[in-house]
């Protein structure tokens, strides 16, 4: 069973790591192309559905998931509680990040009059496009943690078939 939770945390935390490069390499850019043009046409794409949702539900999903990593395999090695903690600090500084600095701005693209604070908007743009450089970074810092702490507990395991 942990075994399983290990895995899901890793394709959790590899699919938000690729959400995040995907809207930095993809989204961001066509919202910043031509702006007030391109803010009021993702506006108008997003009109449906919000995308902030994706993330306030895989999210936490993903923290729940290497939390549980964590707690199942404590009695392991230090080196384990280290490497899903690491993976654990690194998504809980995404959640943070996207809580504290990605919702206010998605708001201000978003929500906000374009006539009236459009180099509000302009600005909130760059620094979304930017800062959520390092959103992905931590991703892919925490999905490392996690397939080390999958080769150590796969390495323990054959260290103790061979004794």
């Given at each position: ?125 760059a620094q979304w496009s930017a ?33």
């Open positions: 069973m942990k075994k399983i939770i290990l895995f899901l945390s890793i394709v959790c935390g590899s699919g938000l790591t690729m959400v995040s490069v995907y809207n930095t390499v993809v989204d961001a850019q066509s919202w910043g192309s031509d702006i007030p043009a391109s803010i009021q046409t993702a506006r108008d794409y997003f009109q449906h559905v919000d995308p902030r949702r994706f993330y306030v539900i895989a999210g936490p999903v993903n923290l729940i998931l290497i939390l549980l990593t964590l707690i199942l395999f404590w009695k392991g090695s230090v080196s384990l509680r280290f490497y899903f903690a690491g993976s654990f600090a690194a998504y809980a500084a995404i959640l943070i990040l996207t809580l504290a600095y990605f919702i206010p701005r998605d708001l201000i693209l978003f929500t906000w009059s374009i006539s009236d604070h459009l180099e509000q908007i302009r600005s909130a743009s800062m959520n450089w390092l959103r992905s970074l931590l991703g892919l810092a925490g999905v490392l943690f996690s397939f080390k702490g999958l080769d150590v507990y796969y390495g323990t395991r054959r260290k103790k078939k061979e004794i």
